[in-house]
């Protein structure tokens, strides 16, 4: 079954980038599945932040759009997401997710990284 | 932007009995709608997609209905493992897909 790992650094200063990857596992990223990240701030809900085929066709939410570039690397079998410009409220444990065969919803998940955006 | 709205914000139930969870889309979602359970600690696990599909292992006292706008999460004789904090998500319009602030499952 697949699996999902996202890894990155845990912390991150004000105004710099956040880079994270997510390692795809017990299948592959050049499945017919839609590649996501959510994002869920301390004690607080759910965030769509974007997602990528492995095309490299990529949607994202509007509300981020300006600072979020998605990628993927077919020959790591990974994909990533930078978010630059971060500043406190960007704290949030990051989860990598994957769709269902084109239907938005998320039927596989890392367990989820923890970044913190402090100097 | 589908706006999702889930009600009540905490929900208080003793083990063996109904729980009902309430999420409502601002906008016609069709039966675009999952739901998911997140326990402390853990990634969201999805419970039911098309509103009343469960998902691979979810035990049956899991159920789903609605369409349009109003959609409800019942799961019948609670068990100690189902207090958690649960999420509607919306797939109908996207960008974005969007999630319900969530409801609190507690025990009473």
């Known amino acids: 079954q697949v699996q999902l790992q996202e890894s990155g650094p845990g912390l991150v200063k004000p105004s710099g980038t956040l880079s994270l990857t997510c390692a795809v596992s017990?299948?592959?990223?050049?499945?017919?599945?839609?590649w996501s990240w959510v994002r869920q701030p301390p004690g607080k809900g759910l965030e769509w932040i974007g997602e990528?085929?492995?095309?490299?066709?990529?949607n994202y939410n509007p509300s981020l759009k300006s600072r979020v570039t998605l990628s993927v690397d077919k020959s790591k079998n990974q994909f990533s997401l930078k978010l630059s410009s971060v500043t406190a409220a960007d704290t949030a444990v990051y989860y990598c997710?994957?769709?269902?065969?084109?239907?938005?919803?998320?039927?596989?998940w890392g367990q989820g990284t923890l970044v913190t955006v402090s100097s | 932007e589908i706006v999702m709205t889930q009600s009540p914000a905490t929900l208080s139930v003793s083990p063996g009995e109904r729980a009902t969870l309430s999420c409502r889309a601002s906008q016609s979602v069709s039966s675009n709608l999952a739901w998911y359970q997140q326990k402390p600690g853990q990634a969201p696990r999805l419970l039911i997609s098309g509103a009343s599909t469960r998902a691979t292992g979810i035990p049956a006292r899991f159920s789903g209905s609605g369409s349009g706008t109003e959609f409800t999460l019942t799961i019948s004789s609670l068990q100690s493992e189902d207090f958690a904090v649960y999420y509607c998500?919306?797939?109908?319009?996207?960008?974005?897909?969007?999630f319900g602030q969530g409801t609190r499952l507690e025990i009473k």
């Open positions: 017990g299948g592959s990223i050049s499945s017919n599945n839609w």
């Open positions: 997710a994957r769709d269902d065969g084109g239907w938005r919803y998320f039927d596989c």
């Open positions: 990528i085929f492995h095309s490299g066709s990529t």
């Open positions: 998500q919306q797939y109908n319009n996207w960008p974005p897909v969007t």
